[in-house]
């Protein structure tokens, strides 16, 4: 009964399951009988039933999400939220605008925690942010230079493509 890959599991329905095992055990139901009823393996009810001898029934039961304890506290997510609705001029910024990057280095300033950019938008889902499309193009945005940019020095960057001649492919 394996995991398909991107379900979730539903940890107190796999608790359920530890527990009815057991209690079959207990009434006398030979594990491959209590295996094939619940759709695991043998050595896994073997495995409950070493849990429990070792650790008592607590051992089998779900004792909440395991992995890595978040690096930001409670209290540290409520001030960052607090923060980012002041905005990021407040904080020394210089435009209005959040980026994954500025509120990475707003984190590292105030908390002395160092995200990764890719990771700080994972950081801003989970506590209710979304990612904004600029609805028009920055203030900064100079477009005489960007047009005599693109007139001269694009121009002289930009790759030319050669004429190629049989010498220059490769056959089987």
Known sequence: MGNIAGVKRDFKALEK????????RREGMPRSEVAR???VS?????????QVEEGGEEAVLWNGRSGRLPRLMESQVE????????????????????????????IEKKF??????DH???ILRRIGFSVQKPIR??????????SNWKKH??????????????KDSFYR
Request: net charge positive; glycine share 6%.
């Open 37 to 39: 009823r619940l759709g």
């Open 120 to 122: 700080v938008w994972k």
């Open 17 to 24: 399951r530890r527990l009815k095992g057991l209690k079959l």
């Open 79 to 106: 001030e960052l939220i607090r923060m980012l609705i002041e905005g990021p001029m407040r904080h020394g910024f210089d435009t209005p605008i959040w980026t994954c990057r500025r509120v990475g280095k707003l």
């Open 42 to 50: 043998r050595h896994a009810v073997r495995q409950w039933e070493k």
């Open 153 to 166: 020095r694009w121009l002289k960057v930009k790759k030319k493509t050669q004429k190629r001649t049989k």
């Open 112 to 117: 002395w925690i160092h995200y990764h950019p």
């Open 137 to 146: 193009r920055a203030k900064e945005r100079d477009e005489k230079s960007i």
